[in-house]
């Protein structure tokens, strides 16, 4: 197995930081805070689960200052040949996800849990050995930087042997015997408890005769009152009959005594409303009588009635026309102010036009240009052309006049003006002045070429001036035009307002037609009013005999039903008189048949027959609640029979169970833990002497002792010495830590290992010694140790580490 990469986004002090690794040693190296322990930390986080919180307090602080969300990608290859990418997120949602490469793209494989994402892992890097991948790398693999030493340099042997046999993978075994301590203690705890149970059970079952004799006499005496009770029963039964008997005669005595006085007051109330009754046939027929004359007037006031409604109709008509008119009127009215204001407006709108268009030639007029002057900006590019020309053709001389000056000095001192050395033509002679006349004419002609510039200069400033002059004329101009064209929108918009204003004057003269014409329609309705007026007189003349006839209208019309009421009326009067002579014989039948002495005595015989029958119930219900309570409690007695077998045989069982445990304890988890350990400890002492001997370069003896003790011996004044914990210096200490951490390693079984700064405390030649150590290791020299890992990562500021390792990274470069 190996690493090939790691790739860290937002990772403390890596932003984007990606790192491929070589198989053999690496050795991260670069200045305190560039984040090399980071690199570890992020490995252990992403490839083997550890908790961020184990590098930091709080997870924000593995991430970058400033960022939410950071992730780290590793990339290995199995021993099959397989190449995968573990990537884990930092932050929320936080994501772990595994992805093999296939045909040059990584698939994810799903996985329902965490858990499955672990044990996978764990499968990939053959270290599937039921411990949680996080514990092995804080462990053993990759411990941090401050807890390098971790358990070894544990005070207490107790709890450095529980922390190196849970390394080992042998804690199971003592921890089996601890725990085993407590499950013998409850195993005969529960012997005891069991038999004080049976004991205290036993005792409650004592009573069980008592009850079941008690029982059997509670059913003689059930029986013998059920006899006594069904006896009583049925004679009460004899003598409820014939009680109902005499109760139904009283109650038909009652009875019929009731409906004849219900009867007799019927035909009281009968006679008062038959009285009142023809009092009513009376008020009908007077109220006929006084119809047939107040019929001739009210059926005038009918007349004059509708005559009044027609009236009113055409009085609202007469008014609907009135408001029309109105309405005409004013639209009419407001149509005249309408035309009269659009003919102001328009005429004004005109005036004014005409005025701005007048002023508006006027000053077109002003702004023609002068001849001369745009002549004179005509010119004006040229003129500027030709200063330019001058302008270079001076820059040419005073070029070519600085040669001359040039040449002239060195040629007084002896030297070539071109190959910058003396010069030979000229050597041992005066020199001649060659350069003075064409210095002269070159001065002349810049003169001249100055005073051409001078003028041309004023006339590309008048040229300058009339351009300016033109350019203003021309924005005048197009403002004029914009006035112009403002000018001919406002004629337009004028010239439709007339338009409407003909329609106005066409709307206003079909107003005044249409008052007109309503007006003529009111002529309709003349004399309206006159008539209205003679209408209601003659309804208010005839108002008296409509309303006598109205009021007596209802009680003559009901005159037959009152009358058919009355006839109803008087034949249940007889019937009632019929029913009640009747009623009066069936009394005096019943009357002569019924034995008051009789019922009187017939009720006391039931009373006193109740109270036997309810007082021997009451006896027969409370011997079957003793029976039930009997049966009940006996029940019980035989369930606890049962469950005191059950104990018994659970008692048995437990105790079987304190024998057993305990043959284990004594015979078996006692002994296998300390014997793992001793050969644990015995083949790692071997590997890491080897080791440690290479580093110190020293005559001692590395042994791993009881409880894990680190162990120094050597010779002495020619006896054996045996140094361990304050003994020992920190170098000595580093130097037997980091042996027995490779010998640990290769005991696991693991195949990659991660050092942080492992030559922290050790001199230079241990230092030298612990790399030289290391190499060995890797390539398999026999003195020190077979090969058995595929990659190695260091962390070292020690330049001993540069000639032996396989890739060097440099961190903060």
């Known amino acids: ?71 780290i990608a590793v990339t290995f290859c199995t021993d099959a040949g397989e190449t995968w990418r573990v990537t884990r997120t930092v932050g929320t949602p936080a994501k772990w996800l595994l992805a093999k490469e296939q045909g040059g793209v990584f698939e994810v494989e799903e996985h329902a849990r965490i858990e499955e994402t672990e044990a996978r892992i764990a499968e990939l890097l053959g270290l599937a050995n039921g411990r949680p991948l996080a514990d092995q790398f804080k462990l053993v693999i990759g411990p941090f930087q401050n807890e390098f030493l971790g358990p070894f340099v544990i ?23 601890k725990s085993t301590s407590s499950l013998l203690s409850a195993v005969q705890e529960k012997v005891k408890l069991l038999a004080v149970e049976i004991e205290g059970k036993e005792n409650q079952l004592a009573v069980l005769p008592e009850r079941e004799e008690e029982l059997a006499k509670v059913k003689t005496d059930s029986e013998s009152l059920g006899k006594s009770h069904a006896a009583q029963t049925e004679t009460l039964r004899k003598v409820e009959k014939r009680l109902a008997e005499l109760d139904g005669q009283e109650k038909g005595i009652a009875a019929l005594q009731a409906d004849i006085q219900i009867l007799a007051n019927r035909i009281t109330d009968g006679d008062g409303k038959i009285r009142d009754q023809k009092q009513r046939v009376g008020e009908a027929e007077k109220a006929g009588r006084v119809l047939e004359q107040t019929r001739p007037g009210k059926d005038s006031y009918e007349k004059a009635e509708a ?10 008509q007469r008014r609907e026309v009135e408001k029309e008119v109105a309405l005409l009127e004013k639209e009419a009215q407001r149509l005249t102010q309408a035309v009269e204001h659009e003919q102001k407006e328009v005429e004004g709108e005109g005036s004014r036009i005409a005025d701005d268009e007048a002023t508006l030639a006027r000053s077109r007029k002003e702004l023609l240009p002068d001849k001369k002057v745009a002549e004179l900006a005509a010119r004006l590019t040229d003129l500027r052309n030709g200063v330019n020309r001058l302008q270079s053709d001076r820059g040419l001389l005073e070029g070519r006049r600085a040669a001359l000056l040039e040449g002239q000095e060195k040629l007084g001192e002896g030297m070539c003006p071109f190959f910058k050395e003396s010069c030979q033509n000229v050597a041992g002679t005066t020199p001649q002045d060659v350069f003075s006349a064409r210095i002269a004419d070159l001065d002349r002609e810049m003169h001249s070429i100055a005073e051409t510039l001078g003028k041309l200069s004023v006339e590309v400033a008048a040229a300058e001036e009339a351009e300016k002059e033109l350019a203003a004329i021309t924005v005048r101009n197009q403002e004029l035009d914009k006035q112009a064209s403002t000018l001919a929108d406002r004629r337009t918009r004028n010239q439709e307002r007339a338009g409407k204003l003909q329609r106005l004057v066409t709307q206003q003269a079909e107003a005044a037609a249409r008052v007109k014409k309503r007006m003529d329609d009111l002529k309709l309705f003349a004399g309206l009013d006159v008539e209205i007026e003679a209408a209601t007189k003659e309804r208010s003349r005839f108002q008296a005999d409509r309303d006598a006839y109205q009021a007596n209208e209802k009680d003559a019309l009901d005159l037959d039903n009152r009358r058919q009421t009355l006839e109803k009326m008087l034949r249940l009067l007889d019937d009632l008189q019929k029913q009640l002579g009747g009623k009066k014989d069936d009394l005096v039948r019943l009357q002569e048949a019924y034995q008051p002495d009789k019922h009187k005595e017939a009720r006391g015989e039931k009373d006193r027959l109740v109270a036997e029958v309810a007082s021997l119930r009451q006896q027969i219900e409370n011997l079957e609640k ?93 006896a054996v010495r045996e140094r361990s914990d304050d003994q020992l210096s920190g170098g000595q200490t580093m130097s037997a830590v980091v042996a027995l951490r490779l010998a640990l390693l290769q005991t696991i079984g693991a195949r990659i290992a991660f050092f942080d700064e492992p030559t922290s405390n050790l001199d230079a030649s241990r230092r030298e010694n612990l790399a030289t150590a290391f190499r060995a290791i890797d390539v398999g020299r026999e003195e020190v140790t077979e090969h058995w890992y595929d990659q190695l990562f260091l962390i070292s500021h020690d330049v001993a580490f540069t000639e032996i390792t396989d890739q060097m990274i440099q961190l903060g470069e």
């Not at 849970?166 to 921890?175: F, N, P, S, T, V």
């Open 1 to 71: 197995m190996r690493i090939l990469s790691i790739h860290l986004k937002n990772i403390k002090s890596h932003r984007d930081t990606e790192l491929t690794f070589s198989a053999g040693i690496n050795v991260l190296s670069g200045p305190n805070g560039v984040g090399k322990s980071t690199v570890f930390e992020a490995i252990g986080y992403a490839l083997f689960g550890v908790d961020a919180r184990d590098f930091v307090s709080n997870v924000d602080r593995f991430l970058s200052i400033g960022t939410k969300k950071g992730e």
């Open 155 to 177: 005070k207490q042997p107790t709890k450095r042997q529980e922390a190196f046999d849970e390394i080992l993978g042998i804690d199971a075994w003592r921890k089996t015997f």
């Open 307 to 316: 005559t009044l409604v027609a009236l009113r109709g055409k009085e609202q």
């Open 626 to 718: 003793d029976r039930l309570r009997l049966e009940g409690e006996i029940g019980k007695l035989k369930v606890l029979k049962e469950e005191i077998d059950r104990k018994m045989v659970e008692k048995t069982s437990y105790e079987q169970k304190e024998k057993l445990v305990k043959f284990l304890r004594n015979q078996v988890f006692k002994s296998v833990s300390a014997q793992l350990s001793e050969r644990f400890r015995e083949e790692i002492s071997l590997r890491a002497d080897r080791i440690y001997r290479t580093i110190a370069e020293a005559d001692e003896e590395l042994v791993w002792g009881e409880n894990y003790q680190i162990v120094l011996r050597d010779m002495a004044d020619g």
